[in-house]
């Protein structure tokens, strides 16, 4: 009589039952991986049941340690609480904010409050530190009272991401990242606003105009995806009879002009994947891509955000600020770019209209002018500020022969120099104007409120706040220019370059393709930005 051989019983960690869901989309053998790992196919086939869990789960883990010791999904006993503590935490984290054991302690026992909870519920000790265990989230630091570990957990990441570099067989053009950020577009230094405003209204406030902007490039900083700007407005006035498509960034909008998982996911997927392929097959690379983002209640799950081989990984939450490469002076720059094109753009408005006063030029900023004006300044930034953002991340990045930026602070005095020329603006200082330039910190993603976190894990649903901002309402008919008059103002144009001296014959040979474009059924179609070797 034979009998049966009991299999010894193996654990598994989240992270190698992950990797063992990804080894298997990539066509791998089934029995070759669960023969490493020693499980039976019906434990394999059971990670895929729970994949969306699994991934989840790993996503939302902080260090590579703690996703290395973790074998179980166990839940929590009251789950609305501990999702609610851990997006407060994400977001407190998010912004710098130090935290204390005995913060999150009350924190938890607030959201239990709210969420109508165990009322013997006392947040203890023991709690806490399952919370913590359950989120991947390191002891406290030395001091013993604040959550340190970001730098710590910065380079755990560092070396896990290069490994996945190596396994994968990724190359830098391969890699992406994008982040949101928030854009207040009319934002002027404060000493101007004050001096302004207080000739024309005493007490008036300034109101906050806001977009949100996502910005996307691959590490070799060879392709750039077209903005993504994100207003208030569904139909703005501005856009009354515009071809979309002919913009130089995509629009849409959300009713506070923040990030949501719609957004993104729909960019995700009619953007970002379509034209990841069109670029890797121009490159004669395979369909592979790995978008990492930073882990924001905005972004849908790793899971949603995947066709084939082009894929989304998240970033660990306490450490985007330090390693995301967008964060690394890529975004500060677009910003930087922006305000001055704005300044020149107004500049050039008081030059046509000279007996406009300061108030009724901002008002000339629509967000079809924001549009251009970001669209503009993210082309300023070049190859080598995207390829430098990723040294924190990645050290050993391969470099591109791009050549170095050669820009100095002589550019930074020049501006300055111009912008004292604007009406009422010849006192505004170089600390001032420095601050105004640096001094937009908006993250582009609703922060929630207690209350906002409380409703979004019992309903699961997105809080918006509703707006004001000005629509199309249909009474405008302007149809713009016919061709006729179209055609008619190109010509004028170039009458102008023509007389001028300094205008070179080169540029103006460049210029007159432009009678070409005017065609009734010829558009310049907005395309991504592949720049060249």
Same mark, same amino acid.
């Given at each position: 009589?034979?009998?049966?051989?009991?299999?010894?019983?193996?654990?598994?960690?989240?992270?190698?039952?992950?990797?063992?869901?990804?080894?298997?989309?990539?066509?791998? =053998?089934?029995?070759?991986?669960?023969?490493?790992?020693?499980?039976?196919?019906?434990?394999?086939?059971?990670?895929?049941?729970?994949?969306?869990?699994?991934?989840?789960?790993?996503?939302?883990?902080?260090?590579?340690? =703690?996703?290395?010791?973790?074998?179980?999904?166990?839940?929590?006993?009251?789950?609305?609480?501990?999702?609610?503590?851990?997006?407060?935490?994400?977001?407190?984290?998010?912004?710098?904010?130090?935290?204390?054991?005995?913060?999150?302690?009350?924190?938890?026992?607030?959201?239990?409050?709210?969420?109508?909870?165990?009322?013997?519920?006392?947040?203890?000790?023991?709690?806490?530190?399952?919370?913590?265990?359950?989120?991947?989230?390191?002891?406290?630091?030395? #001091?013993?009272?604040?959550?340190?570990? @970001?730098?710590?957990?910065?380079?755990?990441?560092?070396?896990?991401?290069?490994?996945?570099?190596?396994?994968?067989?990724?190359?830098?053009?391969?890699?992406?990242?994008?982040?949101?950020?928030?854009?207040?577009?009319?934002?002027?230094?404060?000493?101007?606003?004050?001096?302004?405003?207080?000739?024309?209204?005493?007490?008036?406030?300034?109101?906050?105009?806001?977009?949100?902007?996502?910005?996307?490039?691959?590490?070799?900083?060879?392709?750039? $995806?077209?903005?993504?700007?994100?207003?208030?407005?569904?139909?703005?006035?501005?856009?009354?009879?515009?071809?979309?498509?002919?913009?130089?960034?995509?629009?849409?909008?959300?009713?506070?002009?923040?990030?949501?998982?719609?957004?993104?996911?729909?960019?995700?997927?009619?953007?970002?994947?379509?034209?990841?392929?069109?670029?890797?097959?121009?490159?004669?690379?395979?369909?592979?891509?790995?978008?990492?983002?930073?882990?924001?209640?905005?972004?849908?799950?790793? #899971?949603?955000?995947?066709?084939?081989?082009?894929?989304?990984?998240?970033?660990?939450?306490?450490?985007?600020?330090?390693?995301?490469?967008?964060?690394?002076?890529?975004?500060?720059?677009?910003?930087?770019?922006?305000?001055?094109?704005?300044?020149?753009?107004?500049?050039?408005?008081?030059?046509?209209?000279?007996?406009?006063?300061?108030?009724?030029?901002?008002?000339?900023?629509?967000?079809?002018?924001?549009?251009?004006?970001?669209?503009?300044?993210?082309?300023?930034?070049?190859?080598?500020?995207?390829?430098?953002?990723?040294?924190?991340?990645?050290?050993?990045?391969?470099?591109?022969?791009?050549?170095?930026?050669?820009?100095? #602070?002589?550019?930074?005095?020049?501006?300055?120099?111009?912008?004292?020329?604007?009406?009422?603006?010849?006192?505004?200082?170089?600390?001032?104007?420095?601050?105004?330039?640096?001094?937009?910190?908006?993250?582009?993603?609703?922060?929630?409120?207690?209350?906002?976190?409380?409703?979004?894990?019992?309903?699961?649903?997105?809080?918006?706040? @509703?707006?004001?901002?000005?629509? @199309?309402?249909?009474?405008?008919?302007?149809?713009?220019?016919?061709?006729?008059?179209?055609?008619?103002?190109?010509?004028?144009?170039?009458?102008?370059?023509?007389?001028?001296?300094?205008?070179?014959?080169?540029?103006?040979?460049?210029?007159?393709?432009?009678?070409? =474009?005017?065609?009734?059924?010829? $558009?310049?179609?907005?395309?991504?930005?592949?720049?060249? @070797?």
């Amino acid at each position: 009589m034979t009998t049966s051989v009991k299999r010894k019983k193996v654990t598994v960690t989240m992270e190698q039952k992950l990797q063992a869901l990804f080894r298997i989309d990539a066509g791998e =053998s089934l029995t070759k991986i669960t023969q490493e790992l020693g499980v039976g196919k019906q434990t394999v086939s059971d990670w895929k049941k729970k994949r969306i869990e699994i991934e989840n789960f790993c996503a939302k883990m902080v260090s590579a340690d =703690s996703l290395g010791n973790r074998r179980t999904l166990r839940k929590p006993n009251n789950e609305a609480l501990d999702e609610a503590l851990y997006i407060w935490f994400c977001q407190q984290r998010e912004q710098g904010v130090p935290l204390s054991g005995v913060t999150l302690q009350a924190i938890a026992i607030k959201f239990n409050e709210k969420l109508k909870g165990d009322p013997t519920f006392a947040a203890s000790v023991g709690w806490l530190s399952r919370w913590k265990n359950r989120h991947g989230i390191r002891e406290l630091g030395v #001091s013993g009272e604040i959550l340190s570990g @970001d730098k710590v957990a910065s380079e755990d990441f560092k070396t896990k991401f290069e490994k996945f570099i190596s396994d994968e067989d990724l190359m830098p053009c391969q890699i992406f990242n994008a982040d949101e950020t928030g854009l207040n577009y009319k934002m002027l230094p404060k000493k101007t606003l004050a001096s302004k405003l207080d000739s024309v209204a005493k007490g008036y406030k300034v109101k906050k105009e806001r977009v949100t902007l996502l910005p996307c490039s691959n590490a070799s900083g060879d392709l750039k $995806f077209p903005l993504l700007v994100i207003g208030k407005s569904v139909k703005p006035r501005a856009f009354k009879n515009v071809n979309m498509s002919a913009l130089p960034a995509q629009y849409t909008s959300q009713k506070s002009a923040w990030m949501n998982g719609n957004i993104f996911k729909n960019w995700f997927f009619e953007t970002f994947v379509p034209t990841t392929k069109t670029f890797l097959k121009q490159k004669k690379l395979p369909e592979k891509a790995v978008l990492f983002i930073d882990n924001a209640p905005c972004h849908p799950s790793e #899971s949603e955000l995947r066709d084939g081989e082009i894929y989304v990984k998240f970033l660990p939450p306490n450490v985007t600020s330090l390693i995301q490469p967008m964060d690394q002076g890529v975004i500060e720059t677009t910003k930087r770019l922006y305000r001055k094109k704005l300044i020149m753009f107004l500049l050039e408005q008081q030059e046509a209209n000279p007996l406009v006063n300061f108030m009724d030029l901002l008002k000339k900023v629509t967000i079809k002018t924001v549009l251009y004006l970001a669209a503009e300044a993210w082309e300023g930034v070049k190859p080598e500020t995207l390829q430098k953002s990723w040294k924190k991340l990645w050290p050993n990045i391969p470099q591109e022969n791009y050549r170095r930026d050669e820009t100095t #602070s002589n550019e930074d005095t020049d501006f300055i120099q111009v912008f004292q020329e604007l009406e009422g603006c010849a006192e505004v200082e170089a600390n001032d104007i420095s601050e105004w330039i640096n001094g937009d910190t908006d993250v582009g993603h609703q922060v929630l409120s207690d209350d906002e976190i409380v409703n979004a894990c019992i309903e699961n649903i997105e809080i918006e706040v @509703d707006s004001s901002e000005d629509e @199309d309402d249909g009474t405008d008919q302007s149809t713009g220019p016919t061709h006729g008059e179209a055609t008619a103002m190109l010509e004028q144009l170039m009458t102008y370059f023509e007389k001028q001296i300094e205008h070179k014959h080169q540029s103006h040979l460049k210029k007159r393709p432009w009678r070409k =474009s005017l065609s009734p059924i010829s $558009f310049s179609v907005r395309t991504p930005m592949y720049i060249k @070797d």
